[in-house]
């Protein structure tokens, strides 16, 4: 089958051709249809990502979307044929979505919504997972509590199911992000705020009366984090990281008596623990979908399945010319 193919860290792309994987017991094997491309996918290529343990060479691609073409022995809820999406491999020796087929963990898996085109498909699974695992796994959102959120790059990847996933579930939602965004931010739900412009001393006081916010998820990592700690609420104050992988002082979370949870969103990938919880919450991000409480903002530019289409995809992540999730596109479902 045709792959595209990582064989040496911060060398070119490959095309190749290798030999199609087979369903084991407890996999599914999905012809792709689209693969969802992650800034994280340009740090392994380059080799800046070690926590992700690639291994050479390695076939990336970490987003999923497509159809079913066997299931493996002790595989029940799967037939051929039908539509699914996930985050399934491109990590940890685990070959990704870069390929005309993936045998992947069955349990990693959802159905698509009807509705749902497998470029969206294929755009949301790490950033949906990302987002759930913040608010509802770390931060225990839903449950039934008036909450302030604050999210931190309300347009970005992470942040844009973060602000949704937050309206959805009844808060009232906060998002930082630049003069230009603004139009974005408050289409989803949630109240501006420009970072450039305005302090977090301001903004805590002037949308919370100085209270600061029941849950902060910070999305931009390093200062952000740093400034994530002083705007949480005193005493029931909570901050969540998907980035907070730098040195911080932690006294103003401290003297705030607010808690801290970092999310780390490849360890059931890589540790095999927590893998059926990701299929789970692929079914939460199709529910939410289909009830038109969730969109994906989309790159329009469309790239192949070859070297050269998905050196490009990299590259527009790369100098900041995406604008939206993109998405490679493999076949046609």
Same mark, same amino acid.
């Given at each position: 089958?045709?792959?595209?193919?990582?064989?040496?860290?911060?060398?070119?792309?490959?095309?190749?051709?290798?030999?199609?994987?087979?369903?084991?017991?407890?996999?599914?094997?999905?012809?792709?249809?689209?693969?969802?491309?992650?800034?994280?996918?340009?740090?392994?290529?380059?080799?800046?990502?070690?926590?992700?343990?690639?291994?050479?060479?390695?076939?990336?691609?970490?987003?999923?979307?497509?159809?079913?073409?066997?299931?493996?022995?002790?595989?029940?809820?799967?037939?051929?044929?039908?539509?699914?999406?996930?985050?399934?491999?491109?990590?940890?020796?685990?070959?990704?979505?870069?390929?005309?087929?993936?045998?992947?963990?069955?349990?990693?898996?959802?159905?698509?919504?009807?509705?749902?085109?497998?470029?969206?498909?294929?755009?949301?699974?790490?950033?949906?997972?990302?987002?759930?695992?913040?608010?509802?796994?770390?931060?225990?959102?839903?449950?039934?509590?008036?909450?302030?959120?604050?999210?931190?790059?309300?347009?970005?990847?992470?942040? +844009?199911?973060?602000?949704?996933?937050?309206?959805?579930?009844?808060?009232?939602?906060?998002?930082?992000?630049?003069?230009?965004?603004?139009?974005?931010?408050?289409?989803?739900?949630?109240?501006?705020?420009?970072?450039?412009?305005?302090?977090?001393?301001?903004?805590?006081?002037?949308?919370?009366?100085?209270?600061?916010?029941?849950?902060?998820?910070?999305?931009?990592?390093?200062?952000?984090?740093?400034?994530?700690?002083?705007?949480?609420?005193?005493? +029931?104050?909570?901050?969540?990281?998907?980035?907070?992988?730098?040195?911080?002082?932690?006294?103003?979370?401290?003297?705030?008596?607010?808690?801290?949870?970092?999310?780390?969103?490849?360890?059931?990938?890589?540790?095999?623990?927590?893998?059926?919880?990701?299929?789970?919450?692929?079914?939460?991000?199709?529910?939410?979908?289909?009830?038109?409480?969730?969109?994906?903002?989309?790159?329009?530019?469309?790239?192949?399945?070859?070297?050269?289409?998905?050196?490009?995809? +990299?590259?527009?992540?790369?100098?900041?010319?995406?604008?939206?999730?993109?998405?490679?596109?493999?076949?046609?479902?």
């Amino acid at each position: 089958m045709q792959a595209v193919v990582l064989t040496n860290f911060g060398a070119p792309l490959a095309d190749q051709r290798i030999e199609p994987p087979v369903a084991g017991p407890g996999q599914v094997l999905v012809r792709v249809c689209a693969s969802g491309v992650n800034p994280l996918d340009t740090k392994i290529a380059a080799g800046k990502a070690d926590h992700a343990q690639a291994r050479l060479p390695a076939v990336l691609g970490i987003d999923l979307a497509g159809v079913v073409d066997s299931v493996g022995a002790g595989v029940d809820g799967y037939a051929a044929g039908d539509r699914v999406y996930g985050m399934t491999g491109g990590i940890g020796g685990v070959p990704g979505s870069l390929a005309e087929y993936a045998a992947v963990d069955a349990r990693l898996l959802a159905h698509m919504p009807p509705s749902m085109t497998m470029r969206e498909a294929a755009a949301l699974p790490l950033i949906f997972i990302t987002a759930w695992e913040g608010l509802v796994d770390r931060a225990h959102l839903g449950n039934g509590a008036s909450r302030t959120v604050l999210v931190h790059g309300g347009a970005g990847g992470v942040g +844009h199911m973060a602000v949704q996933l937050a309206a959805a579930l009844g808060a009232t939602v906060y998002a930082t992000g630049s003069a230009g965004q603004r139009e974005v931010i408050e289409a989803m739900g949630a109240t501006f705020i420009d970072y450039r412009a305005t302090g977090v001393e301001e903004y805590v006081r002037r949308y919370t009366d100085g209270e600061g916010f029941d849950i902060v998820y910070d999305t931009v990592g390093g200062a952000t984090l740093d400034a994530s700690f002083r705007a949480a609420r005193a005493y +029931h104050g909570h901050v969540v990281s998907c980035l907070g992988w730098g040195t911080h002082a932690l006294a103003p979370l401290s003297f705030r008596a607010a808690t801290y949870s970092g999310v780390f969103t490849l360890l059931p990938l890589l540790s095999g623990r927590g893998r059926a919880h990701h299929g789970e919450i692929m079914k939460e991000a199709g529910a939410l979908y289909a009830a038109g409480k969730l969109k994906v903002m989309l790159d329009p530019a469309v790239y192949a399945l070859d070297a050269a289409g998905v050196g490009a995809a +990299h590259a527009a992540l790369i100098d900041g010319t995406a604008r939206g999730k993109v998405v490679v596109e493999v076949a046609k479902a």
